[in-house]
């Protein structure tokens, strides 16, 4: 069936490029050259390459530092070689901690010694490598030894802490048990530590990735009860990359931090383990039931605690500074040989990451190797194409955070644009990024065809959101972190992208032992098919970047969408402010006590402070005569200028994003420059877009707040005078 | 604790007493008797005999037939006639079948033979009576010996339906397993045979109310592992009673129904069992796996099949004809002797029943021991009052509907009132009813105190309605099935009431062994403080009711009730037309097709029918036309009238609600004559408000909404002419 479909894909495709009109970015004339570039470049995809070298880079355990990453990363920069790049291997001498020691025991009456290890399964050998698997843990927890009554907390999120509260439970110097998601793991022991937890614990329940999912590995992609995810707890939200060199590269012989200083390493221990090993442990707890949405999917009654269940935990690694291989390939412009597009995917994996992040990594060598074939063909992009491997992904960006640090001037003066990918699914387009790339990112998702279902990638998006209750149009969602794209935009100011397919390969392997090939062939991508899509999706991206007459930057979608940010938080502060009047009056009028159940435990809620009202105009000022300024460059159809006033402004547009940036960067966060969009100092992933305002708002601080309102209108302005100045070229 | 509230309580009561200006329904002069009298009324309660007649009356299983609840019958009428009352036992000769054989296997290769058997528990000697207990069953299911292939579909309503027809799932004959919850439990085997299943089978999920909830028995209230929910499945929405005399009390010598065309009885076998015995049954399920929303607490992964799972279920009843023992007691009015106001309780239970029915019985009694208590003391009660307790209300509110068929003309004339209780509990005031009863009910609930925080009830349920994001004022629910109110209002059309408290006992004991008096003493209302509450509330309603100068009825309230179920109606429809042209966009778009999981099943909707504008002229306008005839009743101030035109004035009040009813009752259901309130077709116990119209809009029958809805305006024009003459008797 695939065949058929494949088929259909390609005729719906040539119609779609007899029809084009126009690409942004492109002269009239350029057009049908550029399409047929494009063409080209997809019909080399080969969907075996793609298998045979996941095959190869996920045939053994390869995290940062080991045999086999470095050998994958040779491996990686010989085939970059011969397809044409100039290709280096970058290295840096990062602090990455070894698990020696895990010991986690229920005591008591009923003790219980967790086994911390998942099983080998039938039907997939890789599972069965025994030591040569990564123990798991989540790196930069902090060495501890520690001994003390459970407390369960649900995703341990600053919600669960309120109801902890009204409950009037505290967990000082108690022992944590978490679940993961709901958050980045990261913000578990850190909020945990906080609270003045001595431990904590995270555990995967089976509601989340396991069997209430669906059926587990090896009978299915979800969880089996051994199953463990390994991950990093360091807190990034304070600063990705080696912890011990903020801000600057960790090379060989740079002023280090001593590890005790260390900031984004845990204050506490903190453990991953299975569902298995957790069920002893939430059996073993007594005090109330759980709040309904706090309940997982053992077969048991969730309670709160604290104890009777008494744990003790102890961990220690071996904390060794290791080198992390960064594989930089790069093809020069024929043209503009100073303006760069760059690519990136990691290389590294907690154990063989056939998922995370070969799927990924193999889509960008694949989209590599064509547009070498075709440069050596005479077809060589205009602007300078950049490839990168990163090491040292996983335990916290490491690789590429230290390699933006290193060539931040570089990056800044060059860089136009930067595409991350990494682990790949089966399903819908998902993109985010700089809402400036917006339409050509529109454009490209309208030329790329689905390989299931014969429409545009787009379409099939779309279609999926409105089934879901959404909107007919085709938004970039904004990036928080998780991936490499966080120093290039967040911390260098670099336009960014995030590419994948998902939505239908939901799984439990994430992180696991169970990430293999086998897997991935069953539950993922089978056949490559998003792959090889992926592949040409990047590639388009990267060819119209590379090749454009005028850079494909676009303001009016971009401002359409930061002053919806800015709705909604306006909204945001009505809304608290009510909230906050209902809440004091249900105080004022006892009506909380009166509504609880006196035979269960309950803390009278204090009456809260008023939210005041804060003064926006700042920011509706100078968006409206950012509005205007773009109008006005909107007005002057960039692609028809002549080349001088074209390179001109391309100068200008390639350092847009550089305005939206401030070097003080966000509160208590100078690493974090980008004022339109970071990940949340309590969500870790997840995004907060205009965040020095909405942070200090969500956390209450009111001064603070309009101090940040002033300040991004002044990051508005500057980047009003810098259309201005753009739009001076142009005339 | 609980004595320092109780003194409080009746501190802040004749605080109330003293404070008090009016009650609706009386002269000026006359209230300080009435409250004077329901103070004295109230200081009599006590818990002791509470506590005492539960243990007797729950200490053996008593449902329909056995000689302890005959022997309970005749205690209850001893009690009542040494309280002064003239009191009969009415018997009425039903059908009541009883399970002779009951098998349910798993066959292939693990099989496995259900064991359909709640275990005796430490603590509670009752679980220990072995064969004294009812086996666990459905009543009404029919007989039948069928195997097939299983097919999970969720709680087994029609949107589950609509879901599996989304998935390309027919359950034509297979065998269906339900959960329990979601809808009435007869909604399930009705709707599997009206989709062509064969047999039924429910089951409690532990996330309803097993270990999901909470603690289970012993150590907690929710339902073991081994408990099983007994229950009736005849099509009570139909018509409740005994099957075998619709609309005609089952004396003796009625004319019968043969029992295979009795239409109430089940078309397909249906057997209730434990999560225990479920739990192989759906681990032997493949076949997609089950959405989101259908999945439980299992620890497994939920399959809907169909198969490959195969079950053989093998039921035989022994379908008798059984005498049901209703006791009336009945005090004589000193004033008005032929107008009556009614309470009533059932007293069978599935097993012990100490919760449902005893806890409200007892409430019953206690209220009806102090009014003949009062009455012996020269505070004989205006107008006569009415106790009933109700037999064979478990298998279909059969004793209370035989009973009102039987005296349906009676009532008719001299009935103002019903007001019902069942099970109570801890917590919470509830009451649903009539909405002209509303201001009076608000009044008592003003005036009773919460015997946990000393405030009225009706604050402390507004507290926390607020809390839970509702709005500050007490409201009746409307009524739609699952106690004995339902011939009395929506048969005969006697205005009615149901009240109780809850809220704070939630367990899973309902239907099972473990509704036991050592459950309800640990779990329930321990120490019977909401049992006298109860009693207080209701004794209060009878009281006023019984005395008051002109009855307590109040119109307005009802007429912004009434509107508001109309605009809803009305709003549905809208949302309707939006939906269905939302869904016929997306078919034409293929959008469904394209969001699909192509590796899943799928299959491609329909496009729907329009939806068509209804005319609802005819109902705003004779709400219109009862709004001024409604106003112009509040000029009058009844309570000052002369007492000859307040006669009148009574005896067109009581007959109000009958308005309301039409005697060809709602489409295919004549059984169910009033137009405001009924059990939904397809709920249960659910309610539909305007049931005429409102079905037959959810069921696209839009020709008969049309005729529903000028029926609906003649029944509100004959409540207007109605109003109008009482009106004139006040001129």
Same sequence: chains 1, 2.
């Avoid at 999917?297 to 904390?319: C, M, N, Q, R, S």
């Avoid at 909204?571 to 209902?582: G, I, L, P, Q, Y």
């Avoid at 300024?629 to 547009?653: F, H, R, V």
Wanted: proline share 6%.
């Amino acid at each position: 069936m695939l065949k058929r479909v494949l088929f259909l894909s390609l005729f719906a495709l040539s119609l779609g490029t007899i029809n084009a009109q126009s690409i942004t970015g492109f002269k009239a004339e350029n057009v049908s050259e550029q399409l047929d570039l494009e063409a080209a470049f997809e019909a080399r995809l080969s969907t075996e390459n793609l298998d045979s070298w996941m095959k190869r880079l996920s045939a053994e355990p390869h995290w940062v530092g080991t045999e086999y990453g470095k050998q994958n990363a040779d491996w990686m920069a010989a085939r970059f070689k011969s397809w044409g790049y100039d290709t280096r291997i970058d290295t840096y001498h990062i602090l990455f901690p070894y698990p020696k020691v895990r010991e986690l025991e229920l005591l008591g009456d009923q003790p219980y010694q967790a086994k911390l290890t998942a099983v080998p399964v039938e039907g997939d050998p890789y599972t069965a490598q025994g030591d040569a698997l990564l123990p798991s843990y989540n790196a930069f927890s902090t060495d501890g030894d520690v001994e003390a009554e459970l407390v369960f907390v649900n995703y341990g999120i600053p919600s669960d802490y309120e109801e902890l509260e009204k409950l009037g439970i505290d967990v000082t110097g108690k022992i944590v048990i978490a679940k993961y998601y709901g958050s980045w793991r990261g913000i578990k022991p850190k909020l945990a530590a906080e609270k003045g937890a001595i431990g904590c614990i995270i555990y995967s329940d089976p509601e989340d990735d396991g069997y209430v999912r669906g059926d587990v590995y090896p009978e299915g992609a979800f969880k089996n009860k051994t199953g463990v995810q390994r991950g990093s707890v360091m807190d990034m939200p304070l600063y990705p990359g080696d912890v011990l060199t903020p801000g600057y590269a960790a090379t060989k012989d740079a002023k280090r931090l001593n590890r005790e200083e260390a900031p984004t390493i845990t204050k506490i221990p903190v453990l991953p383990i299975s569902y298995e090993d957790a069920q002893p442990l939430l059996a073993a707890l007594k005090g109330p039931v759980a709040p309904e949405s706090w309940k997982g999917g053992l077969p048991l009654t969730y309670h709160i605690g604290p104890g009777p269940a008494k744990v003790h935990l102890k961990l220690e690694f071996d904390w060794k500074i290791t080198p992390a291989y960064n594989v930089i390939a790069t093809l020069k412009g024929s043209t503009y040989p100073d303006q760069w597009v760059m690519r990136g995917n990691h290389h590294d994996a907690w154990v063989h990451g056939a998922n995370d992040p070969v799927s990924g990594m193999i889509a960008l060598m694949e989209e590599a190797r064509v547009i070498g074939e075709l440069a050596k063909q005479g077809k060589r992009p205009k602007r300078t194409v950049v490839y990168g491997a990163w090491d040292a992904e996983e335990p916290g960006l490491i690789g590429s955070t230290e390699w933006v640090e290193d060539h931040e001037k570089e990056l800044q003066e060059k860089l136009v644009a930067y595409i991350n990918t990494d682990g790949n699914g089966r399903g819908f387009f998902r993109a985010g990024g700089s809402h400036t790339l917006q339409t050509m990112v529109t454009e490209v998702a309208d030329a790329v065809i689905d390989p299931q279902t014969g429409v545009s990638i787009k379409e099939r998006r779309i279609a999926a959101q409105m089934v879901n209750g959404g909107n007919d149009s085709f938004n970039l969602s904004a990036l928080g972190s998780g991936s490499d794209y966080t120093p290039f935009i967040q911390h260098a100011g670099i336009a960014s992208l995030n590419i994948g397919f998902g939505g239908e390969n939901a799984g439990g392997e994430y992180h696991t032992i169970y990430d293999t090939y086998p897997h991935y062939k069953r539950f993922k991508d089978p056949e490559f098919a998003y792959g090889v899509t992926l592949a040409n999706a990047a590639g388009r991206m990267v060819l119209r970047i590379a090749n454009a007459d005028v850079l494909p930057f676009e303001f009016k979608q971009w401002h359409i969408t930061v002053e919806g940010y800015l709705e909604e938080i306006m909204k945001e502060v009505d809304n608290k402010r009510k909230t906050v009047e209902k809440h004091n009056k249900l105080v004022r009028n006892n009506a909380y006590q009166l509504a609880a159940d006196p035979r269960k435990p309950f803390k009278k809620p204090e009456p809260k402070d008023a939210v005041p009202y804060l003064d926006f105009s700042p920011l509706q000022n100078s968006l409206e005569q950012l509005r205007q300024s773009i109008e006005q460059l909107e007005a002057l159809s960039l692609e028809t200028l002549p080349l001088k006033k074209q390179e001109a402004i391309n100068m200008a547009l390639q350092k847009t994003e550089q305005q939206l940036t401030e070097n003080s960067g966000l509160p208590r966060r100078p690493w974090f420059r980008h004022q339109l969009y970071a990940p949340g100092f309590y969500t870790g992933y997840g995004v907060k877009t205009l965040p020095g305002v909405r942070e200090a708002i969500e956390q209450n601080q009111w001064k603070e707040a309009q101090e940040q309102i002033e300040k991004l209108s002044q990051t508005f302005l500057s980047m009003d005078a810098h259309l201005k100045k753009l739009i001076s070229h142009a005339e």
